[in-house]
């Protein structure tokens, strides 16, 4: 697995790939993982390798959710963490299998500042 294989990270400037991949470990993604849900005070990001991720808006009292965004290995999902957000409405759930590297949200939030 290579980090460089996400198409977000692969545009940055090389110095910033460096410092995000010092932060980043690489996991794997099982179909119907849930990779935040809201009331999360903080998480984690995840720059998707391969599979697919997508984020449910799911009514109350659970049940069924509705899709309302789709990530693969052009993005990544979790960023809402990294800008200090938290979790939001949405629900993060892993679509189809796959690999991903993930950082802390916390730990991203302090490069930018």
Known sequence: ???????????LPPADQGLLLRRCEPVALKAGD?????GAASGHV???????SVALVVRNGGGVGLAVGLAGREGA???QFAL???AGH???QVQSSGA?????GVALQRLSD
């Open 1 to 11: 697995m290579n980090l460089l294989h996400n198409g977000l990270v692969a545009q």
């Open 34 to 38: 849930i990779l935040s849900a809201p």
């Open 46 to 52: 995840y720059f998707l390798l391969s599979g697919a």
């Open 77 to 79: 999902v979790g960023l």
């Open 84 to 86: 200090g957000l938290g």
């Open 90 to 92: 949405f629900t993060l």
């Open 100 to 104: 991903a590297f993930r950082a802390d």
